[in-house]
């Protein structure tokens, strides 16, 4: 019983350290969107972005409330988004977006977890080339006829659309277009009464590299590390 107690206890506070770092990067993302625009999400595409991915979270309302205000006052931390590209084991290619007050600190972080992981942190351009800046949205896949769908949306900039299954199993429809084409792309879907689970700026790889199961094991070591560190918002590699 005792061992069953604790890792249940193990696997509750792994779910809220997951959420707690999700809530942390949201409200990064609000307040980089409300410094950038304004608190209104009506007005500010970024804002509305970073709103819906709350909702998707289940952020609490009063933190994403608190999150707004925060970023409107004056002594609210400017945050600069910063790419750091490195390779990780066995040459998989890792880019890491991160949201900093200390470009410093952050960087010295970073080059910690590639070393101590078994990576090297790059230079600028150094595995980029590999990626593809992309909107990713998702949708629940409930009451959609996706051929219509992807029909309405080739004209506002869709380039990939198909299916995939989040941590709890659940299906989703991902939508892809070019990262520049984010705008009409995003109201494209909501001019059609769609709410997104999430819509994001991702780095999507061109091609992905196999590895044997403990060596991939390795490559998501470093991952999680980077992760974990509180200046880093999102962690994208080439590993298949």
Known sequence: MGRIFETRKTTMFARWNRMAKLFARISKDIAIAVKSGSANPDTNPALRRALQNARAGNMPKDKVEAAIKRATGQDEHAYEVVLYEGYGPHGIAVLVETA???VVRTVANVRMHFKDGGGNLGTTGSVGFLFQRMGVFRLAPEGLDLEALELDLIDHGLQEMGESVNEKGEKQIVIRGAFNDFGQLQAAIEARGLTPLSAES????????????????????????????????RVFHNLG
Request: net charge negative; charged share 35%.
């Open 100 to 102: 900093t007050d200390n």
């Open 202 to 233: 991702e780095y999507v790889p061109m091609n992905l590299v196999e590895l044997p199961e403990d060596k991939a094991h390795e490559v998501l070591e470093m991952v999680d590390a980077l992760e974990q560190d509180d200046d880093v918002q």
